[in-house]
């Protein structure tokens, strides 16, 4: 472990010394995590680069890979899709997706993690991103959220080979 990784904990996410609020799935921290259980599942992810809104915000300054995100780009959450869990730009799409251009900001900056990435075993569960919280305490699909000037400061200082580490 080191201070650059995010580490989970029952207070929040311990992360160069301090402790910042976050959000996890709602359902829970599980170890058997599966496609639509809403789980943050258990394990060292690592977090390997992410996307932005070019249109909404400035390229952040981070050590990490960060891409823009463009017009239809999805990430498929459907088993069937020989892209499942992964990114795909295309409209229309036939498969279960998600919009990664949302009209709210919550993907504004989004970290992608390797949970199930990048070879996916279909149905143990698509993307664990770190991005934006709808408010304190609101669960999400089994990401990672914090208050948008949190997760501004985490993208900023992070490191190349930071993990996620997430214990039961």
């Given amino acids: 472990m080191t201070p650059f990784d995010l580490v989970v904990t029952p207070r929040g996410v311990r992360f160069m010394g ?39 915000i400035t390229a952040p300054r981070t050590a990490l890979p960060m ?59 698509s993307a664990i991103f770190i991005h934006q919280w709808r408010r304190p305490g609101y669960g999400t699909e089994g990401c990672i959220a914090f208050s948008r000037p949190d997760l501004h400061y985490i993208v900023e200082n992070l490191r190349p080979g930071a993990q996620l580490i997430v214990q039961s």
């Fill in 67 to 125: 891409m823009p995100l463009r017009l239809n780009d999805l990430w498929s959450d459907d088993v069937d899709d020989v892209n499942y869990n992964h990114l795909i730009n295309a409209h229309p799409y036939d498969f279960s997706h998600e919009k990664l251009r949302r009209a709210d900001p919550l993907y504004d900056l989004v970290l992608v993690t390797t949970w199930n990435w990048p070879v996916a075993i279909p149905g143990k569960g």
């Fill in 18 to 56: 301090r402790l910042f609020p976050c959000s996890i799935g709602k359902g829970g921290i599980r170890a058997d995590k599966c496609e639509g259980d809403g789980a943050t599942p258990v394990g060292r992810h690592e977090i390997v680069g992410g996307f932005y809104r070019p249109d909404r």
